[in-house]
Nanobody, 116 residues
């Protein structure tokens, strides 16, 4: 079993920055990829970025060049640095950890609001 907990959300003005964190605990040695998703009101949950155990990263077109995914293995924590935020980035951001058996573990999300 793996537990992931997101933090770092909040209210920020357009053009501002936030850094989200995702802390993993439990049977983390089986995790091979971690990812960020987001869901805005009335929309389906969508992919934002992912980071594999080998260090490969992928980003949604809408955040490419503005968001950066990274990890601190010593702290079992993944980050999402979000720069040049736009109102359309407003959403609940979720962390997902996936293991090699095909199980996905989701956090409860953290709210990001971009507004002046």
């Amino acid at each position: 079993q793996v537990h992931v907990v997101e933090s770092g959300g909040g209210l920020v003005q357009p053009g501002g920055s936030l850094r989200l964190s995702c802390a993993a605990s439990g049977s983390i040695f089986g995790i091979y990829v971690m990812a960020w998703y987001r869901q805005a009101p009335g929309n389906e949950r969508e992919f934002v970025a992912r980071l594999t155990i080998t260090g490969t990263t992928n980003y949604a077109d809408s955040v490419e060049g503005r968001f950066t995914i990274s990890r601190d293995n010593g702290r079992n924590t993944m980050y999402l640095q979000m720069n040049t935020l736009k109102p359309e980035d407003t959403a609940v951001y979720y962390c997902k950890a996936s293991d090699r058996r095909g199980y996905n573990y989701w956090g409860r999300g953290t709210q990001v609001t971009v507004s002046s």
